[in-house]
């Protein structure tokens, strides 16, 4: 059960990041701090994507 579990949350983790990522790319911050988040959130998915979450570029919108 562990496995399926883990996969699960596995997969919900990648579809947050890509919204992350998705979301860093569409904000109106700069190239250099778009760059640093997308690194941040690719080389540490889960605190990369919870401090993204808190302190990350906010939409343009």
């Known amino acids: 059960m562990g496995i399926e579990v ?3 949350l596995g997969l919900i983790l ?3 990041n890509i919204w992350a990522i998705v979301s860093t790319l ?3 911050a700069g190239v250099g701090s778009k760059v640093l988040w997308i690194v941040l959130i ?3 998915p889960l605190i ?3 401090l993204w979450l ?3 570029p906010k939409s343009g919108r």
């Open 26 to 28: 569409s904000s109106r």
């Open 48 to 50: 990369g994507f919870i």
């Open 42 to 44: 690719l080389i540490l």
């Open 6 to 8: 883990g996969g699960l």
């Open 14 to 16: 990648l579809i947050l």
């Open 54 to 56: 808190l302190l990350g």
